[in-house]
């Protein structure tokens, strides 16, 4: 997982003196080079390599195979594009996205907003590791939602989609209020600190030209800060990746497709490799 | 109420850790299920499975992670039409 | 395996249709109580993905986890799994529950079964918890007795304190007071309390400097 790329910071909002943070447990600074763009050093001061994608400002520590990922759905013209911010989570980054990747818990985490009982059924979706992008995708995923997005007048049955292109990264295109014919971007990205430390930075490219970004942004950090309460208490802290002390059913299949992709990379960075 | 469904899954991957047997009859175990192995080989497992079919279904997603030993590629899942089939959950 | 009963809360901290987390030596319990009162003491995780259920919701006499909704019976026999609602979970889905008892307004818990019930304290009722960064046998000095129950003067009140190990320098102090106690009694007890974890924890840092 050291070759990956990690985000660390808002391109917009980059700090004028350095700011230290923590990358797979190695101190980092994140700041602005002479120039004005972003700089990040390690530990030693070396610059490590960075660019810019979606808002936020990416590095790693070793050296990638591939470019960074591509949401080619974010170009289309007329989206809003938030940088909602950050929220730094005491738990391991891959539960973060497993989190992210779960429709089930809206109805009781999310209640009266992304779901509401009794419409807690979940629906059989589809699930695939795609061979050629090396991406998990679910699709077919519907759910009824009270409020799906600020956007939303009222209770729709919502689609969504999901994708994990990297690691600790994940993608939901879900339907969008104001457009039914197309899909709202909502990504998570999730910078590892540590093995039980996060922080997300989500990142989306909405229609809506009815609500103010800071509307936008409170909707979204307030989903997130509801999840931050179940990611700080699920035992163990690290994901694991032998469910034999626990009890996924169908409705878990996203979450279990992506523990398996992890398991085949050995992106095992926040993972807990025997059943506890 | 769930349909009762008895199945036979035919697990494929690198399964030859001698963990994977007592793993897949625990987790059987843990859901309630009937489980049979039936034939095994380093790549292939059968297990005739049994029980309510959202279990059924359960059963082949824990399988499909498993445990870390061993890596499963695949569960071609098979109904058995036998009379255990026809039963239901509650009877 | 202990099957000894152990202090683990008052009877007040967990009213009905509540949950709590508590410790039973070194495991993490949820303590709830049911609408009609009946309490009850599980293993504090969720066998579905290992929530801990200390922090679900209590809806007639079933607790059910935050996540994602399942539902336990009294036992810890799961009831329901909302995701796939026409499915009558099996009897194998069920969380580890512990015996419990209370008596004094105490919750007693304990791993297995206990051949005699918790002890009662005639004319004492649960009063305060409170936590200590101590160990057990430093907070019994400091009540100037000894084990895990110890009937002290704290200030001008009588009261019985039962002290829970709760690790290697750390420590639960449950205080029962007089059911007849007035008023500024209790206040009295709840300022030699906060007195007694002081001296406790100052006693311990002297100890490890």
Redesign the interface.
Known sequence: MRHQWYPVGIAAKLPDSPAESLLLGERVHIGRAKGGGPQVTDAKGRALPVLTRFGHVWTTLGTPERDLFTIPEADQPGRRLVDVGTVRVRCSPLRAVENFLDIAHFPFVHTDILGAEPHTEVERYEVEIREDSDEVWATKVRFFQPQAAKSAGGGITTDYMYRVPAPTCSILYKTSPPRPGEWDVITLFVQPMTEELCQVWPWMALFDDASTMTDMIHFQQMIFVQDRSILENQIPAKLPLDPGLEIPTRADMTSIAYRRWLKRHGYTYGAQLVAA | ??DFAAERFAISGDLGSPVFVP?VE??A?????AASISERSPTRMQVRIE??A??V??ME??C?????EV??DDIAREPLNDRAANRT??A | MTTTWTAAALSQDVPAGTAAPGRLGDRDLAIWRSASGKIAAWADRCPHRGMRLSHGFVRGEALSCIYHGWRYGQTGQCIKIPAHPGLEPPDAIRVPAFAVAEASGVIWVADGAPATAPPAFEGFTGFRSLQVDAPASVVAEALGGKGDAIRAALGPTPAVALIQPLGPDRSGLHLLAPLSAAPEALDALSVAAEDLRRRAEAGQKGRAA
């Open positions: 109420m769930s793993w625990r987790h175990r843990r859901l309630g299920l029980g309510p959202e279990l279904d359960a997603v824990g499909l992670l498993g445990p870390i890596w499963v959950a509650d």
